[in-house]
T-cell receptor
Framework: GNSVTQMEGPVTLSEEAFLTINCTYTATGYPSLFWYVQYPGEGLQLLLKATKADDKGSNKGFEATYRKETTSFHLEKGSVQVSDSAVYFC????????????FGKGTHLIIQP | GAVVSQHPSRVICKSGTSVKIECRSLDFQATTMFWYRQFPKKSLMLMATSNEGSKATYEQGVEKDKFLINHASLTLSTLTVTSAHPEDSSFYIC????????????FGPGTRLTVT
């Protein structure tokens, strides 16, 4: 079956630091890959996605590149802000989303001023 | 603003009772909705797919008689936890596919269920 593995947190960084959250996946087919973010007290929101190999998703300064050869989709940001503090989930979807999403365990990111 | 709502946001019930959680899509129709369960420090686990006009599809290991799902309309799905036990205490989250981009999901804010 499908699975997503991401680094477990919490990850604590200082403001303006460089961020990497690793994510690797196992899938039987050719999935779409996502990063969702959950801010305190809110529902999950789509942060970015990529649907095919070598695609780069980007949003709000975050980027992730779909690497089929390494089955990875690492999330990066060059300079984090306190407002980026949240839980980040890597996820995949096959069948065009008809079968729901497979999530990683989530990484709690804490940015200190 | 939120495009998927859940009600209630928190509920406490006694063992043996049943509790219903509602998931509504706001301003769009959803023939399919998904129900997830989130354990502390764990990933969201897909429980079932709610299908308007037909039976829900449950993931392996999820008891369909315990977690009753009804997709009452194109904007409403309900999850009823029957004969709740303390081990059913969890965070339940629903989602609906974004219209026109079905591989993206809009998520509800979740419902915290505590069974005493």
């Amino acid at each position: 079956g499908n699975s997503v593995t991401q680094m477990e947190g919490p990850v604590t960084l200082s403001e303006e630091a460089f961020l990497t959250i690793n994510c690797t996946y196992t899938a039987t087919g050719y999935p779409s890959l996502f990063w969702y973010v959950q801010y305190p007290g809110e529902g999950l929101q789509l942060l970015l996605k990529a649907t095919k190999a070598d695609d780069k998703g980007s949003n709000k300064g975050f980027e992730a590149t779909y690497r089929k050869e390494t089955t990875s989709f690492h999330l990066e940001k060059g300079s984090v802000q306190v407002s980026d503090s949240a839980v980040y989930f890597c996820a995949l979807s096959e069948s065009g989303g008809a079968d729901g999403l497979t999530f990683g365990k989530g990484t709690h990111l804490i940015i200190q001023p | 603003g939120a495009v998927v709502s859940q009600h209630p946001s928190r509920v406490i019930c006694k063992s043996g009772t049943s509790v219903k959680i509602e998931c509504r899509s706001l301003d769009f129709q959803a023939t399919t909705m998904f129900w997830y369960r989130q354990f502390p420090k764990k990933s969201l686990m897909l429980m079932a797919t709610s299908n308007e006009g037909s039976k829900a599809t449950y993931e392996q290991g999820v008891e369909k008689d315990k977690f009753l799902i009804n997709h009452a309309s194109l904007t409403l799905s309900t999850l009823t936890v029957t004969s709740a036990h303390p081990e059913d205490s969890s965070f339940y989250i629903c989602s609906a596919p974004r219209p026109g981009l079905s591989d993206e999901q809009y998520f509800g804010p979740g419902t915290r269920l505590t069974v005493t």
